[in-house]
Each structure stands twice: as C-alpha cells, then as structure tokens.
C-alpha cells in the first residue's frame, strides 16, 4: 500500500472515530432533553431557577449512575457531554494504532506523548 | 422566560456560534460567554464550563467534514498537539501565578498583533514548494488539498515548525487559562510562521482544538461546572452550526476566510481589553 493511499485510510478511520463519538453524543443529549422537559410540566417557571450556581445535577459517577437508573433527563445529558469530552481522546488513541500498524515510528511516539499529556492532565487537577 | 424558551433561543444562538467558529478555525467559545453572562445574566464560572463545550462540539462537528475533504493537515496537526497539550498543563499551574486581569490584557495584545499580521500578509499568502526545515522533511508534514473556488489542487510544504511548536505552546496554555479554543493564535501560527494557506490552517485549527479543550473539560465536569441545561442546547446548536459551517469551508474563497477572521479577532480583542480594564 502507498503512503498516500494508507494516509486517506487513516484519515477515514479517524473521521469515523469523531462520526460515531458526536451521534451518539447527540442522540444521548436529545434522549436527555425531552426526558427533562417531559418531567418539567407545564409549570410557569423561570429559567433562572435552573442555570443558578447552586442548582444540583448529577456529575460524579456514583449520582450519575442513580440518575441514569431513576430515568432523569439531566443523568442523560450528562452522560451524552462526557461522551463528547471523550471524542477527542479517543481520536489520539485511534491515531496510535493507526501509525504503529503503518510502522510509522516517529508519528506514533509523537501521538503517544500527545496521549500521555492529556491523561496526565486529569490526573494532575 | 420560561426553561423551554431559554433552551430553544440559546440553541438557536449556539448554530450561529458553531457556524462562524467552523469557518474560521475558532471554537465558537468567543461568543458564547458574552451571550450566557450578557444576555442570560449566567454566572461566568458556568459560563466558561459551557464555553469549553462548544469548543469540543465545533472540533468534532466540523473535523469530520474537513478530514474526507482532505482539507485537513492531520500530521501537521497532531505533530503541533504536542506543544498545545504541554502547553494546556503548564498554563493550569500558571493561572495561580499571574492576575486574571493581566492576561486578558496579554491576550489582546497578541490578538491585534496577528490581526496586524494577518492582514499585512494578506496578498501574499506564500504557498512554498520547498522546504528545508528538517522537523517537518523527516515526519512529511507537507500536505495538499482540492480548492474548489480556484478549482485546482494545491500543494505546499511546511516550514518554520519551531516557531510553530512555540506559538502553539502559547496558544495551549491560554487556551486553559481562559477557558477557550484558541483557534485566534492557532490559525495565524499555522498561516503566517509555517506557511500553511489559510483554509487548511483553519481546518487543522478546527482538528486540534477539540484536544486542547478536552485537557480541561474533565476538570470543569467533575467540578460541576458544565450545568445540563446549559449544555444540551448548546452542543446540539454548535454541531449543527459546525456541520453546516464545515460544508462552506471549501466554497468559500481564501480572501473571504482571511477577512471574516481578522474581523472576529479585532472583536475578541476588543471584549479582552474590556474584561481586562474593567
């Protein structure tokens, strides 16, 4: 295989890597949305009221987990944004294994330190 | 105004953000704050979180257009995540060094210098056929795409890919101090210091700014920074304004792309300044 042929195979995988990673982010966020509003009534509310600093949603894996399982439209909304985060990191790990198996050694140690700097920047926070 | 109102008007608002953000190379953040903290009176710690989102959202709506469209320089790009993810790190330890308020003053003067820069280099985008930088021959991060306006394929060689590392150093760690894509610092770093034309750089910009966001958009999730409400209108906006955006991308002409840039940074600039005089 040429080097341009496997570089437009590469650039498919990684494209579908995003694909896949915004769908389902998005379906997860709909899902979410109409499950909040459904649950919200037609009660004469403010917005305000929900976009306070002191308004509590789940963002922690254990309320996040209880959330999901009591069926609330905000566990899904935050289950979908966590996907999105993770879309891009995926995309790193994607290209790792892209340029390793086209034996392309200096662009899969670069993309593997580009790895390492972002899984260290969660844990150093 | 009622929650259903609220999440229908920002959605609206967020594909306007994701379109302009998508054609540019910016991450669509830049609009967003003002109009959460201006417009909804939302605290600017939610703000930000919100604004880091749609960061991420316009990178990965818009990427995958510009990647079958071979628009994108994904070596170059992944190649120069090196420096902004170093960069991202740093800039979160540095945060507790430097007043906020200095940095946004920082942050506008190095937008108006690449406005400048930019639009004293405008005629003479220099598209180079050879280069001797030897970073960029040994990983072959020279690239080419299809220009649909001008309706031939262009080729160009990278060069200057220190300068590149060092600007897009800078670029990662204001990208986590202030909660944005960056995309300003990153376009002209591409375009102007290693001699990629301006709508690859814009498509590489758009590629790399979704890393550089999710370096600290874990942090502002587990925070509690990112509210629901806020968020789902947004993302789903911000994808569709990307998606569309991205699909313009490459009937647009270079010149046109040039222009709506410069003028977006002068803006940014000027609400930096502000934010920072304040």
Known sequence: MSSQQSMKKAELIVSTVLQVGVILSTL??????VLLFSNMGNGQSSYRRYVTVNYSFPHTISTLKSALLAGSGTGFIEIGVFLL????????????????????TPMTLVTLFVLLVLISSFVLK | MSPLDFVVSLGIISI??????????L????????????????????????????????SSGAAVTYIREHLT????????????????????YITTLIGSKSLFILFAI?????????????HKSVILTDSKDRIANYLNLHGSYYDQTEHQEISYKVSGTKLGLGLMYIAGMISALLGVGSGALKVPAMDIAMHIPIKASAATSDFMIGVTAAASAGAYFARGQINPIIAAPIVIGV?????????????V??????GLFILVLIVVAIEMLQRGLS
Do not use: C, W
Not at chain 1, 96 to 104: A, G, M, N, S, V
Not at chain 2, 27 to 39: A, C, F, Q, R
Not at chain 2, 110 to 122: G, Q
Not at chain 2, 253 to 258: D, G, L, M, N
């Open chain 2, 253 to 258: 002409t270079s010149r046109y792309v040039q």
């Open chain 2, 16 to 25: 306007a953000a994701g379109l302009l953000g998508s054609l540019v190379g």
């Open chain 2, 27 to 58: 991450g669509g953040g830049i609009i967003i704050v003002p109009v959460l903290t201006l417009i909804y009176h939302i605290d600017i710690r939610l703000a930000i979180g919100a604004s880091i989102l749609s960061v991420i959202a316009t």
């Open chain 1, 85 to 104: 985060i993770l879309t891009p990191i995926l995309r790193v790990a994607t290209s790792i294994l892209i340029f390793k198996r086209q034996k392309d």
């Open chain 2, 110 to 122: 190095v937008l108006i210098y690449s406005a400048f820069s930019m639009f004293h280099n405008r």
């Open chain 2, 239 to 251: 994808l569709i304004g990307a998606v569309i955006g991205s699909r313009l991308l490459s009937h």
């Open chain 1, 28 to 33: 997860t966020i709909l899902a979410g949305t």
């Open chain 2, 73 to 92: 320089n994904l070596r170059a790009g992944m190649f120069l995540e090196i420096a902004t993810t170093t960069g991202a790190v740093t800039g979160a």
